[in-house]
């Protein structure tokens, strides 16, 4: 029996540099696997929030592996859900 393996999403992001303390959007995302059932949330220009609420909610079981800033305003998250 093969081993399943897990499902990754990673997703960059920016904020809006001419405005202080903007929300985080989504700048691309690369899902390997499936993120269902977020996949909606997972679009260019989304809130970043509202993905993340989803992903990492209990039923779906996404969890954060790794983040980093790129900039002052910009960065990405590496999901997985095993």
Sequence with gaps: ??????DLVLITWSRNPLVPGSARRIVSV???GNASPC???LRPGALLSIALACLRDNDVGFRIVHR????????FLLLERH
């Design 68 to 75: 980093q800033k790129t900039s002052s305003i910009s960065g």
């Design 1 to 6: 029996m093969a081993t399943r393996q897990p």
């Design 39 to 41: 996949r909606q949330d």
């Design 30 to 32: 690369r899902i390997i």
